[in-house]
């Protein structure tokens, strides 16, 4: 059974920066796809970003170019580095990590970590 544990999050001034970690447990870190959504209170979860086991990644609208997203699989860890945060940014940030396996779809959520910004 595959565990994600986040971290990394806190409170920063806007304009400040932040980086996430979550290490993966009991899977093979390196096959899956890994992201970061966040939600905001009230509102639904989206997606922050996302990275292939290849390194090819994706980011939402709202982030691109301000954040980024990496993995270490020596580590079983995948990164979000965020700069420029906004207090739009605020939001409990969670990791994902998601493959699909002879048409078995796997897919791991962490606990969160709240990510606040002040103006």
């Known amino acids: 059974q595959g565990q994600l544990v986040e971290s990394g999050g806190g409170l920063v001034q806007a304009g400040g920066s932040l980086r996430l970690s979550c290490v993966a447990s009991?899977?093979?870190?390196?096959?899956?796809?890994m992201g970061w959504y966040r939600q905001a209170p009230g509102k639904q979860r989206e997606l922050v970003a996302t990275?292939?086991?290849?390194?090819?990644?994706t980011y939402g609208d709202s982030v691109k170019g301000r954040f980024t997203i990496s993995r270490d699989n020596a580590k079983n860890t995948v990164y979000l580095q965020m700069n420029s945060l906004k207090p739009e940014d605020t939001a409990v940030y969670y990791c994902?990590?998601?493959?699909?396996?002879?048409?078995?779809?796997?897919?791991?959520w962490g606990q969160g970590t709240q990510v606040t910004v002040s103006l």
């Open positions: 994902n990590a998601d493959r699909t396996i002879a048409a078995t779809s796997y897919n791991y």
């Open positions: 009991g899977i093979v870190f390196n096959i899956y796809r």
């Open positions: 990275i292939r086991s290849g390194g090819s990644t």
